[in-house]
């Protein structure tokens, strides 16, 4: 799966919107009606929770099926009669019983002044808390979170460094004590050893490496010459926007360096090769890159030579190898390794997982063993190779990190993530949100929807709040490497992570995590998980990992501070708590229409949207095994899933779009003989389009009405029942 991210920030003053009031005169049956669904809201909405049986739909005539409810008044205007994408009244049938024998659409048409520009003539939108699985407890396991002291009262003076080093780290890099990290892993590597660094995100490792790096280059005999050559090798996860960040850093430290004769260069792709040849060939001492991209050169650059290397940093090796870089790895490590010349291994890493100890094995000598945590003072020892293996399972995260998980239905994702997005970086201040998204199509979407509603003008309300302006960010990993640089993204001021979508290993999660609350800074996190992924956090707590759960009506009470989306009611702040509820889902559905409308307005809006749940579904194919009984595409309601795409309908025809597959046609016209052959394995792609066809088999691909039958009946009834509830 793609890192991408969808950055939010707020970079203007915060501002108070006034009352405007510009509402269209209502007309005498709208005031007629308003009044009354306002003298009935409480009562319809107590019975509605108390008995969701008594429960009945009005249809779209205005006719009353329930004998508890008097004859409803005439809407104007008129609704449609055959509209099938039809609006549950948030009034009378948000909890209505699953099987519910009508959908209508009963909003009345409402003014365009009244909810901005957009004017709703109808709310087309199927219920949003309707017909959603159970959100399960999450209990997260109690359990020893691992604490880290960032900081240390030592100084950088105590370390026999060169007088400029420590004169650039006060004035250029602005650090003066050490962090602990640093404390220990400085005197080590300073003494020739190799090391395992092991300590939480922004914890200050690429120093811990760095100064020693520096320090020992400046000493050598005689002085470094670019046509050394590489002399120390650091190697990064990936060129993804957040490895660049801290790219940037570990570039940084070498290009402030005082010592202007050793010459760092990166290499991560992004830049064409050719260039990248020609700086290769001018001399780089302090060789930063990809692992991708290094064997690239290792196998095509003839002036790329391993002789003078000295050292060789494994940087975010936990996330290297998670993301499957292994091979690359030991291609690099074995180049290295035919000049036979001895060097300094260092690995470091926020977590320990078996992949690395593995590594540690083939990449080091008798290895020091760093590892940061309370209580575990003494951890700086001398090991054999394996000892990373002895060390706890458990993953350090920071400790001023407040972690949080949200169960949310698929179908509500899209407005509980606007509403948490609206709670933070419109309604409070000095906020900054990163949001972590499957796919960069989804980026894209989710960037254009929440622009075009989220940022909306101010609303017309009577009620005086103190909002930001919202701005959103893109970044992924499509976007041209300068543009990432160009986004001047300030990501240590970063206060909320927010996971949208799961990250695919618990490494993952850390990684994630780490973009805030670094170097002892407080910060937040939000994963969100659908009720079938709750068991993503026993995973967690298997590597001490606890969050505390945020409840999604909490998330979705934000709305109210929000007057654009208000409901149809008035609610006001002295009604009761149902009353209060009542309005929070008729904003959550006010909103998510405002999404739908936006998304159907035209085809290309349409398209984005279906080529954004399209990709999120092959994401959702890319868990690992060890996780598929937690992330397995079939558990999704891929109905519902669209919806969180702003989709009113289970997008038929999608599948067709990937599976163009040449081979698909030849088969057909071989007909019986492709029954003999063996299953072909299938790919991602196939897979999912294949899950695509069986859940909107109408219409694709012409299926016939026989065949379409047959299919049905052997993938049995309960199936098919929850392919048709979208
Ligand atoms: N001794 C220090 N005093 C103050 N700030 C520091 C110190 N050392 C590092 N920093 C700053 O802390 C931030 C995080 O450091 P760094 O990126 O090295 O952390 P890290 O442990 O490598 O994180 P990650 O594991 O996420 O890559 C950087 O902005 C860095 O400039």
Known sequence: MAEDVLMLNISS???TFHKKTNRRPLSTAEKWAQKKRESKRKAVFESQ???????????????????????????SPPQRSNNRDTEENADRGENSPAKSPSKVKTFPKKAPEEHGDHGRPFIKTSSLFRNNPEIPDVLSPAVNQVKEKVFTSSMFEELNLHPHLVATLHKVLNVTSMTSVQKKTIPVLMSGK??????????GKTLAYGIPVVQFLQAMQPKVKRSDGPLAVLIVPTREPLH???????HRIYSFQPFTWIVPGVLMGGEKRKAEKARLRKGINVLISTPGRLVDHIKNTLSIAFSAVRWLILDEADRTLDLGFEKDLTVILNALNATGLTRQNVLLSATLTEGLSRLASISMKEPVNIHVSEGREETVEACPQAAPQALSDSYAVPERLQQHVVVVPSKLHLVCLAAFILAKCKFEQRQKLIVFISSCEAVEFLLTLFTAILCEKPSTSSTKHTSASLNFYRLHGNMRQEDVAARGLDLPQVTWIVQYNPPVSTVEYVHRVGRTARIGTQGSSLLFLTPSETAFVDVLAKHNISLSEMKMEDVLANLIKDERFKGRGKWDSKRSAAAFEQEVRERATVLQTDFENYVHANNESLQTAKCALQSFLRAYTTYPSSLKHIFHI?????????????LRDAPQGLGSSITTNPANSKDSKKGKDKAKRPPKKLTAKERVSNLMRSEYLSGIDGESKSKKKKRKKKKGQAEEEQSTTA
Do not use: W, Y
């Not at 005539?61 to 008097?70: A, P, S």
């Open 13 to 15: 003053a915060p501002v």
């Open 49 to 75: 929770e108390s008995s969701a049986s008594k429960q009945r739909k009005i249809n779209q005539t205005g006719q009353q099926h329930t004998h508890t409810q008097k004859p409803q008044t005439p809407r």
């Open 194 to 203: 190799d090391a395992v660094v092991r300590s939480q995100t922004g914890s």
């Open 244 to 250: 660049f960040q801290s790219l940037k850093v570990t």
């Open 634 to 646: 079939r558990s999704l309601h891929l109905g519902h899933a669209a919806k969180s795409f702003g």
